[in-house]
Structures are given as structure tokens and as C-alpha cells.
């Protein structure tokens, strides 16, 4: 009983009355799979890069979300621009989103840094098997229609980078879209999928030459920061918290990456902006190895530091990659992000 309502309670998170949450996929190991949030990295590692990530969320939990990411890009012969594609697929509930996406990045030089412009375009499929769901009330007419759709959407974004530093902005996906009917049968029940906006900054600190660099990184997710000014006036006093990570990491001789995280959120109610809320979500720890042939393995775990660690072990993650300009000892132009 304890499973089926907490699958449920996280559906509804999602899905709810008058909220919405984070609806984009989390990784811990964000900062190997950055395509996904913001098409300007695509072509910044200045050769060919693919990664694989997957990720189960609440384990022991029946419903949880599970998710996998596959990204690829590149620069091509004209040295300015950079591609990418990238695929996700993300399970929660009853519910499953899958959607490819392509980038393409036009990268100006600013003496040691690129300025990246990206732009995405791509085509998602939602499906929620409402008839699934486990609920008290039969007929309670918010669950009694499975929806299917197909959503066409576009991003874009800025990513500034160098040799030791970066930072970035972007919306991946401009277009919203209604995932269901407003207010079935009369009870004020909204689904839609909103916009979410993305801010990445790392840096990448010798401690040793290149033996041992110290690089951390951070990354804020905010989803409805415009909804005042949305024509529909359900949503214009909601907003999901804003979600942070801050990631502490050290390279060894550019091979062996451990590092730790902290994942949390902080919340300003519109209707009550003089009464900030925080939270703390997960501690984070990971490890990432680079063989010499240039492939990257890689896994990360994350323990709850709310009530659901009462009821889960936490989530997990596995990565696999492959760097295409990996040479017998080192990248000829090493990369940190």
C-alpha cells in the first residue's frame, strides 16, 4: 500500500492540481550528457564524443522513474560549427516520454573562449496509461482516458567556453504544450508541459599541472519562472522550486574522476514571495574512468536526505562513453567539461 501511494503522490507531483514539477529528466552526472540541456555544447569537446547514461530513481519503489540518455556531437570541417543528437527516454508511473532531438551550434572565437550559439529542434512522444493507475475512486474522471501525444519542439542556448571554464543558458524546449483536458468533468485538474530553463557554470582548477585538476561545477533548473505572464489563468501563481546541484570533482592524470554533489531546491512562492522555501534533496557521490583506447565508464549514486530514504535506498546511475580523440596517454587538446 505504502509503494502504490507513494507512485501515486509522485504521479500526481507531475501531474497535479495546481502544480507541476520538474518534467524534464535529472542526472546526477549532468555534466556528461550537457546536450540535452543546452544545444550550444554540441561541438565543444572539438571531436567526435558519445555518451550513455542511465538512471533509476527511488529504487524499491514501484513506479519510480527510470531514465536513459543517449547523446552524440561533434564539430564538423568548418571548424565554427559543432552537431549533435541527442535521445531520452523517460519513464515515471504510467507514464513515458521518449523524444529525439538535433542541434546544430555556431561557435565564435573570443581570443582563448568560444561564445556557442545552439539551436535544437526535435519531436517527443508522450504516453500515460491513466486506466494503470491504482485510485480510491473508480470513476474519478481525471484517470479514465489514456492520452498519446506526439510534440514537435524547439530550443535553444548560449554556452561561453575555454580550456579551464565554462558557463551556460538555455531553454531546450520553448513550445508548451496541454498533456490532457482542463478541467475534466469539472475538477480543476491541469496537465501541461511547461518551459524549463537551464544555468550551468564550472571551472576547471590545476592542482598539479594536469595530474590533478579540481573541477567543480553547478547547474540551476527552473521550470514556469514565466508564468505571470501566461494567458492562462490557472498558472499564472505556480511555479516548481527552483532545483540546484553543486559538484565538487577531482581528475587524476586525466583518467580517474571521483567526485560528490549535493542536489536541493529552493521555492518563491508567487502568491507569497516574502517567504522563500528550501529543501535538501540528495547527497551524491560518482566515479568515472577513461580507458586508454578512449572509452568512459562511470557510475554515481545519490542517498535521499528526505523521508523517502525511509522507504528507498536511493537512486542510481551508469554511464558508458567513448572520447574519439583519445590518443595513448592523453586527448591531444584535453577537455574537462
Not at 524499491?60 to 565554427?80: F, K
Not at 513550445?175 to 483536458?181: D, F, H, I, R
Not at 524549463?196 to 590545476?206: L, V
Request: charged share 15%.
Amino acid at each position: 500500500m505504502m509503494k502504490k501511494t507513494l507512485t501515486l503522490f509522485t504521479f500526481m507531483l507531475l501531474l497535479g492540481k495546481t502544480v507541476f514539477a520538474q518534467q524534464d529528466p535529472m542526472f546526477t552526472k549532468y555534466m556528461f550528457n550537457s546536450l540535452i540541456y543546452n544545444p550550444g555544447y554540441a561541438g565543444s569537446k572539438e571531436y567526435l564524443s558519445v555518451g550513455l547514461i542511465h538512471r533509476s530513481q527511488w529504487v524499491e519503489i514501484e513506479g519510480a522513474p527510470t531514465t536513459q540518455s543517449l547523446t552524440a556531437h561533434t564539430p564538423l570541417r568548418n571548424e565554427r560549427v559543432g552537431v549533435g543528437f541527442s535521445v531520452v527516454n523517460d519513464i515515471i508511473g504510467p507514464s513515458r516520454t521518449t523524444g529525439a532531438s538535433l542541434s546544430y551550434a555556431y561557435r565564435i572565437p573570443m581570443g582563448k573562449y568560444k561564445l556557442s550559439v545552439g539551436l535544437q529542434g526535435g519531436v517527443h512522444n508522450y504516453n500515460a496509461n491513466y486506466k494503470d493507475v491504482v485510485i480510491d475512486d473508480p470513476n474519478d474522471q481525471v484517470f479514465q482516458d489514456n492520452v498519446n501525444f506526439v510534440l514537435p519542439n524547439f530550443g535553444m542556448g548560449l554556452f561561453f567556453y575555454g580550456k579551464n571554464f565554462y558557463a551556460g543558458v538555455s531553454s531546450p524546449k520553448l513550445v508548451e504544450y496541454a498533456l490532457g483536458k482542463d478541467d475534466p468533468g469539472g475538477t480543476d485538474v491541469y496537465a501541461r508541459y511547461v518551459r524549463h530553463f537551464y544555468f550551468m557554470t564550472g571551472a576547471a582548477i590545476p592542482v598539479k599541472g594536469d595530474a590533478i585538476i579540481f573541477k567543480p561545477s553547478f547547474i540551476w533548473r527552473n521550470v514556469g519562472a514565466d508564468k505571470r505572464l501566461s494567458k492562462l489563468t490557472p498558472f499564472k501563481n505556480i511555479a516548481a522550486p527552483n532545483e540546484f546541484s553543486l559538484d565538487l570533482s577531482l581528475l587524476f592524470h586525466q583518467t580517474l574522476w571521483v567526485g560528490a554533489s549535493l542536489n536541493s531546491a529552493f521555492s518563491t512562492n508567487l502568491l507569497e514571495p516574502s517567504n522563500p522555501r528550501s529543501s535538501y534533496g540528495s547527497s551524491n557521490f560518482w566515479v568515472s574512468y577513461v580507458l586508454k583506447s578512449g572509452m568512459r565508464i562511470g557510475m554515481a549514486y545519490d542517498y535521499q536526505l528526505t523521508k523517502l530514504n525511509r522507504v528507498t535506498s536511493g537512486a542510481f546511475e551508469l554511464m558508458l562513453g567513448y572520447e574519439f580523440d583519445f590518443r595513448e596517454n592523453k586527448v591531444v587538446t584535453p577537455r574537462y567539461f
